[in-house]
């Protein structure tokens, strides 16, 4: 099992910018995906960007174009930089690790993002 946790949420105003960043308690290196979800009230966990251990990236339709994750397999550590940020990026962000392609992942304890004026 991988521990997880997050850091860098916050509030901020619509426009601005956060980075988040995810350390892990273990080597990640070998670990399939990594990635961000979110979560805001009222509505189910969505997926909002993940990275292969091959540098493959997806991104959630709604956030293409603004947020841009990262991983640095030296550091143990998965960042998202979230730019452009919109009132409806308010949420709980979970960092997430799927050790294998298929199977069950790993999750943080959520860190706070709130946009608004």
């Known amino acids: 099992q991988v521990q997880l946790v997050e850091s860098g949420g916050g509030l901020v105003q619509p426009g601005g910018s956060l980075r988040l960043s995810c350390a892990a308690s273990t080597t990640i290196a070998s670990i399939y995906a990594m990635g961000w979800y979110r979560q805001a009230p009222g509505k189910q966990r969505e997926s909002v960007a993940l990275?292969?251990?091959?540098?493959?990236?997806n991104y959630a339709g709604s956030v293409k174009g603004r947020f841009t994750i990262s991983r640095d397999n030296a550091k143990n550590t998965v960042s998202l930089q979230m730019n452009s940020l919109k009132p409806e990026d308010t949420a709980l962000y979970y960092c997430?690790?799927?050790?294998?392609?298929?199977?069950?992942?790993?999750w943080g304890q959520g860190t706070q993002v709130t946009v608004s004026s």
């Open positions: 997430f690790a799927r050790p294998y392609a298929t199977g069950p992942g790993d």
């Open positions: 990275v292969t251990s091959s540098g493959i990236r």
